[in-house]
């Protein structure tokens, strides 16, 4: 379901990416790989906020995830690309 999530969005479809994450969620908590591509569509959509959340479950979830970890290291250039 992340994949074709992923794909949703990649898409140009938010609110169906958004209801297929949703339920991956549900359907797996704790997903680390999940959470990350979750967070990353939400960055696309100007959300910064709710990416910032999702990077920090994921980190939660899997500290080794690499993704995740690097985010911390990526989050002035993430929120610079949002609001500039």
Do not use: C
Not at 1 to 18: H, V, Y
Not at 58 to 84: G, N
């Amino acid at each position: 379901m992340q994949a074709w999530a992923g794909m949703e969005s990649k898409k140009g479809e938010p609110k169906r990416a958004q209801r297929l994450f949703e339920a991956a969620a549900k359907a797996e908590p704790g997903n680390a790989m999940l959470l990350n591509t979750w967070a990353t569509h939400e960055k696309r959509r100007g959300n910064p906020a709710k990416a910032k959340e999702l990077y920090h479950q994921a980190l939660q979830s899997d500290a080794s995830h690499v993704p995740s970890v690097q985010v911390p290291f990526m989050k002035q250039t993430i929120y610079r690309s949002v609001y500039s």
